[in-house]
């Protein structure tokens, strides 16, 4: 008999698909806070305008026990940077710091939770606890201060959440003061909510009424009430894998100011040269985040300089409106690049991470102040080893593989398009939420 002379197949074509840079762990506080804090994209316009390129040092420490992960622990440290002309050199002023020691009932279900915090600035120390009932979508939730004599008063509040409608409040019972209450609720797409700080007594309204001095009563709640809406085809709350997520919002704060928001996040796929990479490798999945912020006071010229109309250079100034755009490109697991300019100024930063265990990241960042007009210079460290790691993909495919950056076969529209012999086409994208570490909670959609 003769041998039979067998042919191995060679390996199919993929495409890279990195974990997104940040672990999923945001927003674990949420039903510990106003609702309209959260919606409208604010979270993730917060970390496209500020984190990693804010030109500070900053030092952040996530952990927790592999034992028994209902139990984690986060510090804080911010130091201000200013650049020294004379002597050509950084220095640091205005440190703080902060850490907290937290306790949640359920690993899987973080809106039930206590910690305590212990801050370095004015030596604040609290203990906080919030419950929320999953199946009648209603919590409550409270904070007491730990430390004798300072300024900060227990607050409770009460609230309401379910994936189409929010409502609360918040009051400090000790000095009779109403704190925050907001509504707000989701349909097709649209997110409307209002929000009153009246930061006063409980018993004022009463003062009105005995006053009849509504008409005061009407200015002072609008001074205190911001109200938004904004549009997203999908939840501004969270990410879905591989559709994309767009908010456009427009808030109005106290009759002050008009904040008109924009921000896009989504995935794509462009083409692999990296040579250290296998040769079956044809593409690679990025993660890229545009945002746009326009500012514009509603201040009367009255209000800001008086009736006599002087002052015109300042007036000009006070209702010059302020716009910052910022972008955001992840090319792979370990490097994000981020850039942010605006009438303020200037800055970019640069962001490594290794995966490892835990895993750590270091970003440097730099810009220029047109105020001031001096340099400023940024430092950022962090280590964590919990939260969710979560991936998205630009096409829907299927995916294998063991190793942290998961591969998915390329289709032969990719292998075209790495030959030059097309464009790269955009299928409907991946929705196993298993496969892409984005099994969340049902709260998680809780307003």
Not at 320 to 325: G, H, K, R, S, V
Request: with cysteine; charged share 15%.
């Amino acid at each position: 008999m003769g041998l039979v002379e067998s042919k191995s197949e060679p390996p199919p074509r993929v495409v890279l698909v990195p974990p997104l840079f940040e672990r999923d762990h945001r927003g674990r506080s949420r039903m510990a806070n106003s609702s309209y804090d959260w919606l409208f994209a604010k979270p993730a316009l917060r970390w496209l305008f500020h984190d990693y390129i804010d030109n500070n040092a900053h030092a952040l420490l996530r952990l927790s026990p592999g034992e028994d992960p209902r139990v984690s622990i986060t510090a804080r440290f911010h130091s201000s940077l200013r650049a020294n002309k004379g002597r050509n050199v950084v220095v640091a002023e205005q440190n703080s710091g902060s850490m907290t020691l937290r306790y949640q009932v359920d690993p899987g279900e973080p809106l039930t939770f206590m910690d305590v915090k212990v801050g370095k600035q004015g030596n604040v120390a609290q203990a906080r606890a919030c419950y929320f009932d999953v199946a009648n979508k209603w919590g409550a939730f409270g904070s007491i201060p730990l430390t004798a004599g300072h300024s900060m008063s227990p607050v409770f509040g009460l609230r309401y959440s379910s994936p189409l409608v929010t409502a609360g409040g918040m009051l400090s019972p000790t000095e009779g003061k109403l704190h925050c209450l907001w509504l707000a609720g989701r349909s097709n797409g649209f997110t409307a909510g209002v929000q009153l700080r009246p930061h006063g007594p409980l018993s004022k309204p009463l003062q009105y009424m005995q006053s009849k001095d509504v008409s005061q009563m009407s200015r002072d709640i609008a001074d205190h009430l911001s109200y938004a809406v904004a549009y997203s085809p999908l939840p501004s709350t969270s990410y879905a894998g591989g559709k994309g997520t767009f908010t456009a919002a427009v808030e109005v704060q106290g009759q002050k100011q008009l904040v008109v928001s924009f921000l896009h996040h989504q995935p794509v796929q462009r083409l692999s040269h990296n040579p250290l990479e296998h040769q079956d490798v044809v593409g690679v999945t990025n993660y890229l985040d545009v945002g746009l912020q326009v500012v514009s006071q509603l201040d009367s010229p009255e209000a800001c300089n008086g009736s006599d109309g002087s002052g015109s250079s300042l007036q000009s100034h006070a209702q010059a409106a302020e716009l910052q755009l910022a972008a955001a490109w992840q090319a792979n697991k370990n490097t994000l690049i981020k850039g942010r300019v605006g009438t303020g100024g200037v800055s970019a930063a640069l962001a490594f991470k290794a995966w490892w265990q835990p895993s750590f990241w270091v970003a440097l960042s730099g810009g220029f102040d047109f105020r001031t007009r001096e340099p400023k210079f940024g430092l950022n460290f962090g280590t964590e080893n919990y939260g969710n790691i979560r991936y998205e993909r630009s096409q829907k495919q299927a995916a294998f593989g063991r190793s942290l950056v998961q591969r998915h076969v390329a289709l032969p529209e990719d292998i075209a398009n790495e030959a030059g012999e097309g464009l790269l086409v955009q299928k409907q994208d991946l929705n196993n939420a298993a496969l892409l570490g984005q099994v969340q909670p049902a709260s998680n959609q809780y307003m």
